[in-house]
Nanobody
């Protein structure tokens, strides 16, 4: 079953903007930490941004000041607003829902989306 569905990827020129969306069909979105990862050809998947259930955010150094992660719990949706895009931002972007667990138990496992391609070129 598909739980995370991404949208908003596409091709843009350098300096352009794009907003990615990820809808979680699960039942515990409001208490999960969410994140966006990306993977370029020949490179390891890297964490771009994440947001906790309380709204705290963190970013990859190379995207600070350009990308913004946010969430709308009423819509079970997490967003990634990408501004001032650069060719090096080209990658497949993946939505991720963190596991919900204690030190001794995992109540809900982590979930990955299928990915959406972002291409930045002139």
């Amino acid at each position: 079953q598909v739980q995370l569905v991404e949208s908003g990827g596409g091709s843009v020129q350098p300096g352009g903007s794009l907003r990615l969306s990820c809808v979680d069909s699960g039942s515990i979105f409001s208490i999960r930490a969410m994140g966006w990862y990306r993977q370029a050809p020949g490179k390891e998947r890297e964490l771009v941004a994440d947001i906790t259930s309380g709204g705290s955010t963190s970013y990859l150094d190379s995207v600070k000041g350009r990308f913004t992660i946010s969430r709308d719990n009423a819509k079970n949706t997490v967003y990634l607003q990408m501004n001032s895009l650069k060719p090096e931002d080209t990658a497949v972007y993946y939505c991720h829902a963190d596991s919900f667990r204690t030190m001794s138990r995992t109540f809900y496992p982590e979930v990955w989306g299928q990915g959406t391609l972002v291409t930045v070129s002139s």
